[in-house]
């Protein structure tokens, strides 16, 4: 039993990777330029990749950004040997046999790993801008739902205009930091849950409110957080219901979810808020331990 749950994980995790791998690659190249901030990410998430599978693209991939890096200088011919090289390893990618790459999940891991590669340089150009906007308009089904939904509006919001101010930018910026868990600025490459689909005005009470947890907490096992919670008289379901009051998503990401940042529980509960208007709010760690006394 074990073997086998160790080969799904195995393919899971595999799947994963590849599909981050691919769409990272996309959102690196997307503005045309290979800037030293993004070779840094991609030695860094390729490292800790190599810790998650044992697969030769991966680590040959891993090795050659390690070498451009070593001499803390980024030539141009390594540039441009690098970007010739990135669209090989996509090649390559989709050439390994059964790696899921035409699945909606699989849809959400390119997602998430173009808007990795968007943010790893921690700004947005106007051609990266305009590339989600073309990604996204490509991918009928993300734009119906969590997260893409939200993104997708977000894009078509700033560019309705033909306008892409500083703060519209900055804005869009903040969003696929908090979609994908990739906070460079706080020097997290990755691991962190989730931050888009918070209710971060919501008024959070305990007493007689019913609670669902999920993900990883900072405070300690979900066990010691559900205790806390039943000490002022909260309630705890093990599950996503439209009669929650509250979902609390750790702070950071787990490994059993299914996508980097959030998980099926997360999906329920914005489909439950936003398209059938239940009462349920969608809260952090720490907005919860605000309103423990």
């Avoid at 790459?101 to 849809?107: K, T, Y």
């Avoid at 005005?201 to 609670?211: I, L, M, P």
Wanted: net charge negative; glycine share 6%.
């Amino acid at each position: 039993m074990e073997d086998k749950l160790y080969v799904f994980n195995y393919t899971q995790n595999r799947n994963k990777l590849f599909a981050n791998l691919i769409s990272i690659i996309d959102g690196i190249l997307a503005d045309g330029h290979v800037r030293d901030e993004e070779v840094l990410y991609l030695d860094t998430w390729l490292l800790e990749a190599n810790q998650t599978i044992r697969n030769g693209v991966i680590k040959s991939l891993s090795t050659r950004v390690s070498k451009i890096l070593a001499d803390g200088v980024v030539s141009d011919d390594e540039r441009s040997e690098l970007k010739r090289h990135l669209n090989d390893i996509q090649r390559k990618i989709l050439d390994i046999p059964d790696v899921d790459l035409f699945s909606s999940e699989s849809d959400l891991h390119l997602l998430n790993g173009l808007c990795k590669g968007l943010i790893s340089d921690r700004t947005l150009s106007e051609e990266e801008v305009r590339y989600l906007d073309w990604w996204l308009t490509q991918n009928g089904a993300l734009k119906s739902n969590y997260p893409g939904k939200e993104l997708y509006a977000l894009v078509k919001e700033i560019l309705s205009d033909g306008i892409i101010t500083t703060e519209e930018s900055e804005n869009l910026h903040k969003a696929l930091v908090d979609f994908t868990g990739c906070d460079l600025a706080s020097g997290v490459v990755d691991g962190l849950s989730t931050k888009l689909p918070l209710d971060n005005t919501a008024e959070v009470s305990v007493e007689n409110k019913t609670f669902c947890l999920t993900g990883v907490f900072l405070a300690g096992k979900r066990a010691h957080v559900e205790d806390l919670i039943k000490r002022n008289n909260g309630l705890i379901s093990s599950g996503i219901t439209k009669k929650i009051d509250f979902l609390v998503i750790g702070t950071l990401s787990s490994r059993d979810w299914k996508f980097s940042s959030h998980g099926r529980k997360i999906e329920k509960a914005v489909s439950y808020r936003d398209d059938e208007g239940a009462k349920l709010k969608i809260i952090s760690e720490e907005m919860l331990f605000d309103a423990l006394p």
